[in-house]
């Protein structure tokens, strides 16, 4: 069974610092995807990565894929308020495997 | 234009009471997907579709069943509602995995 850990579970931070989360699994993926959540919605994609290595940029985000394509990091610099929510990161097996969850709180 | 709609978007149901939910999509997606979300577990896949009348389970598959008699549409029954059921059941649809999913609104439902 494949799995994917993120880490943290909970993040409360002030508006300006920076973050990363994690997403981690002994599986390989053939690609990681990243979406963010906002309460009473669904789940909306902010990126994909394929290659190991692979690095995207979203404006202050930044999407990193691991060497051996079991991980992946998310990272936010100079968080705003209207970060907030939930981020989710979904491994590729054939079909999408998501972690549990990173609920990030920016506070003004 | 959402091009994917749930339906109803909250209901309250008794345990043992069977439930239907829908998922209605315009976008002609020969895949779609129905997960559950709780507190702890991110997204778990229930059953999945690859086309009309072609369907699977996923990983929590036990106590539900689901129908795709047309593209656009892709019901998820409850056969006998359970205190454990209830959750918030998102649908998606897509192509392959690669190219991510688009998930509806959600469902919440609670099981009484």
């Known amino acids: 069974t494949q799995l994917l850990e993120q880490s943290p579970q909970f993040l409360s931070i002030q508006e300006g610092e920076n973050l990363t989360v994690y997403c981690n699994s002994s599986s390989v993926f053939s690609s990681l995807q990243w979406y963010r959540q906002e309460p009473g919605e669904g789940p909306v994609l902010l990126v994909t990565v394929v290659t190991g290595g692979e690095v995207k940029k979203l404006k202050r985000l930044t999407f990193q894929f691991g060497d051996a394509r079991k991980d992946s990091s998310l990272h936010i610099t100079a968080a705003q308020p209207g970060d907030t929510g939930l981020y989710l990161c979904a491994g590729n097996g054939g079909k999408l495997i998501f972690g549990q969850g990173t609920e990030l709180s920016v506070k003004p | 234009d959402a091009g994917i709609t749930q339906s109803p978007r909250h209901k309250v149901t008794e345990t043992g009471t069977p439930v239907t939910l829908r998922c209605h999509q315009t976008e002609n997606h020969r895949y779609m997907y129905w997960y559950r979300q709780d507190p702890g577990h991110g997204l778990r896949l229930i059953h999945y579709?690859?086309?009309?009348?072609?369907?699977d389970k996923g990983e929590v598959s036990d106590g539900y069943s689901v129908s795709r008699s047309k593209t656009e549409d892709f019901l998820l029954t409850l056969e006998s509602a359970t205190s454990s059921q209830t959750s918030v059941y998102f649908c998606a649809m897509g192509g392959q995995a690669w190219d991510g999913y688009t998930f509806g609104s959600g469902t919440r439902l609670t099981v009484v």
């Open positions: 579709s690859y086309g009309v009348k072609d369907t």
